[in-house]
């Protein structure tokens, strides 16, 4: 037996392993050789030589997010000066329950360490295809194929030609040849070394031996004044590329239904300069609309003012004032589903001024306020084409649960999500959300409400949960076709 792989370890186990290496200044792997020795020589040391601290409980993940099963990834560190976003993409993959190994190529260490890679993958650090600790057993080999993807970033215009032409002079290109692995290749170089013949057969090489590349972006590069075609993918848009060769795709549940979400603020302006606006950043409603639009669904996503990039495959419609995002709202009707995330101004003024409102010896220039249309309202008492679920969100600072299900009777929609927007939450322009779904009981009390409150999730897995709320709400009460 050349090798053996342990996988699924408790993370208890795993904390005494790391413990207990460190204690006797050896890697992880040569511990486990250590005890494994031991126990086959009898002399097992103590399992509690020391006092190994409780494993920290995992931070609340949705059950999509705990119920996806671990994967592994050789992560191949290429020599160049993205090689610093291979260390952001060690922690996108863990985040997404992908156990990392790197290796690092000798060009790969004038711009990483290997401790920094080690420190965040929690696994020791390959660098040399020599090496008398692992390849006694045929170490390369073991990382070729000991993984269920091998992942290069940044694959310089070298590693790539080793690639194509079947080099294997070092520990990478020796992994990269010896396995049977599907290969993702972030690719990064210079705009003219990606552009030059060479390289542009390589690639076409690459891509009929089934190699999978993500990239690259268009961008500036680090050297001044050059710009073009050659930036690394960002580590989230790699680790999204791993995960989908990674894993099957999700299932489907809401194909053949089109879902309307709004999200961001509204700017209501005062002047030509100034205006009314809420502090929201659009992050939550445009989680939901991918999500959605990973449900399966035809998404209609309705923004106000946001600094964020469209998703990917959503029908957006950007829009400044309550009354646009009302006017599109409305046009974009009938749906099956309607989510409204957006934080809408109340109020705007009655007379937008003209031209830009002045100081004077007169004191502040009189604004006289009038309500804006109350587009949930609207749209939950709407006789016909009433979307058949309707969901609002409630953002509050106090009497959360409360003042949540008052808007739920008011407004006359089916659920509210209910969230604390205090400023000591971090709510508010940040990434994580703690929300409650309230909804009126089945076969309850005319007015009884329910309330479900999820524990401290990114906003990302908010989406995910309250998606998959709605399929499974779909599932149990099909919804007549929107028309």
Request: net charge neutral; with cysteine.
């Amino acid at each position: 037996m050349a090798s053996l792989t342990i996988r699924k370890l408790d993370e208890s186990v795993k904390t005494y392993l790391r413990l207990r290496s460190a204690k006797n200044r050896r890697s992880v792997e040569e511990e486990v050789r250590v005890i494994l020795r031991e126990l086959i020589e009898g002399r097992e040391e103590p399992l509690t030589p020391f006092a190994v601290p409780p494993a920290p409980s995992p931070a609340p993940t949705s059950p999509r997010a705990s119920a996806l099963p671990e994967a592994s990834v050789t992560l191949i560190i290429g020599g160049g000066i993205a090689a610093y976003k291979s260390l952001d993409l060690i922690r996108r993959l863990k985040e997404r329950r992908v156990e990392v190994r790197c290796v690092l190529t000798k060009a790969a260490e004038q711009f990483v360490t290997p401790l920094a890679a080690s420190a965040l993958s929690h696994e020791r650090v390959y660098t040399d295809l020599f090496d008398p600790q692992s390849e006694f057993d045929a170490g390369h080999i073991r990382l070729a194929r000991d993984c269920d993807l091998i992942v290069v970033a940044p694959a310089t215009a070298d590693l790539m030609a080793k690639m194509a032409n079947g080099h294997a002079d070092d520990l990478a290109s020796a992994i990269l040849l010896a396995t049977n692995r599907k290969i993702l290749l972030a690719p990064a170089m210079n705009p003219l070394m990606w552009n030059n013949a060479a390289t542009r057969r390589n690639v076409a090489q690459l891509q009929r031996d089934g190699v999978v590349l993500i990239g690259p972006n268009a961008g500036e590069m680090a050297e001044a004044g050059e710009a073009g075609v050659g930036r690394m993918s960002e580590a989230i848009e790699i680790a999204t590329a791993a995960e989908r060769l990674l894993r099957p795709p999700l299932p489907r549940p809401l194909a053949g239904k089109r879902v309307l979400i709004t999200a961001g603020p509204t700017h209501e302006p005062i002047d030509p300069v100034r205006y009314i606006a809420n502090r929201s950043s659009g992050k939550q409603g445009f989680a939901i609309a991918a999500a959605a639009q990973a449900a399966g669904a035809e998404v209609i996503l309705v923004s106000g003012p946001v600094d964020l990039d469209d998703p990917d495959g959503v029908n957006v419609k950007h829009v400044e004032s309550a009354r646009q995002m009302l006017e599109h709202v409305q046009a974009s009707l009938p749906v099956d589903i309607a989510i409204f995330a957006a934080a809408v101004a109340d109020w705007r003024v009655a007379n937008e001024g003209e031209q830009k409102l002045k100081k004077t010896s007169a004191g502040m220039p009189p604004l006289q306020l009038v309500e804006n249309p109350d587009i949930l309202a609207t749209i939950s008492k709407l006789r016909d084409k009433r979307p058949p679920l309707v969901i609002g969100f409630a953002a509050e600072t106090e009497h959360l649960i409360d003042n949540a299900k008052a808007k739920l009777a008011r407004k006359g929609c089916d659920w509210i999500v209910a969230n604390d927007v205090s400023p000591a939450t971090g709510v508010m322009g940040g990434d994580r959300n703690t929300v409650h779904l309230l909804s009126r009981k089945s076969g309850g009390e005319d007015g009884e409400i329910a309330v479900d409150s999820w524990p401290v999730m990114t906003k990302e897995q908010v989406a995910i949960e309250l998606i998959a709320h709605v399929a499974k709400s779909v599932a149990d009460n099909p919804l007549e076709p929107a028309s």
